[in-house]
């Protein structure tokens, strides 16, 4: 049984196309994130919900929108897609409050490449 | 501002060779620091952690040790295997935030 699962793991789309990246996790965490990897390894946050509120919104273009429907999932849909989106996303989840370290658990990733 | 630097890699090693890969870091406060793995294909995976300085993390025979004094969470295994084969990300988090910041990655190959 899958902790952290997001679908799809392959995207591949054209420019300018409208596309969404759905993830769910059944640890009973609080809190959920989305991580990009470009193709050097490089890791950065992009957006992170507690509890379906936004509370970390790093510096991401507009055309990325999160949503949070419950605690449990965290969806990632983007608009009008151009080649630098290509990427590997990830979700991951973590516990949060002070009796935690809130160590990530990590989905395997949707590789979306941008043609 | 909070930040963790590691080596570039990428690092070959020969089976039962000794691993270090250095990780420092700059922060505010008292963070909790990591050691994730990923595995070709794969999403990342906690491999250790610690809490608190002199605090050891230690798994699969990995280890690194807090050392406030030096900044440093170096990651440490005796005798690699090919299995080992993998990009190893040294990350924080602080103390009272709930980002986590990843170094930049560390390949390393295993020849047999």
């Known amino acids: 049984d899958t902790a952290v699962s997001q679908t799809p793991k392959y995207l591949v789309t054209q420019m300018g196309n409208d596309k969404s990246i759905k993830c769910e996790q059944n640890l009973g965490h609080d809190t959920m994130y989305w991580y990009k990897q470009d193709s050097k390894k490089f890791l950065k946050i992009m957006f992170s919900?507690?509890?379906?509120?936004?509370?970390i919104n790093e510096t991401v273009p507009n055309r990325f929108s999160p949503k949070s429907p419950d605690k449990a999932h965290l969806n990632l849909h983007i608009n009008s897609l151009e080649l630098g989106d290509s990427a590997v996303y990830f979700c991951?989840?973590?516990?949060?409050?002070?009796?935690?370290?809130?160590?990530?658990?990590f989905g395997e990733g949707s590789r979306l490449t941008v043609l | 501002g909070n930040s963790v630097t590691q080596m570039e890699g990428p690092v070959t090693l020969s089976e039962e060779a000794f691993l270090t890969i250095n990780c420092t870091y700059t922060a505010t406060g008292y963070p909790s620091l990591f050691w994730y793995v990923q595995y070709p294909g794969e999403g990342l995976q906690l491999l250790l952690k610690a809490t608190k300085a002199d605090d050891k993390g230690s798994n699969k025979g990995f280890e690194a040790t807090y050392r406030k004094e030096t900044t440093s969470f170096h990651l440490e295994k005796g005798s690699v295997q090919v299995s080992d084969s993998a990009v190893y990300f040294c990350?924080?988090?602080?103390?009272?935030?709930?980002?986590?910041?990843f170094g930049s990655g560390t390949r390393l190959s295993i020849r047999p």
């Open positions: 919900y507690n509890n379906k509120e936004l509370i």
């Open positions: 990350a924080l988090r602080y103390s009272s935030a709930s980002k986590i910041i």
């Open positions: 991951a989840s973590s516990q949060l409050g002070s009796a935690n370290t809130g160590e990530l658990f």
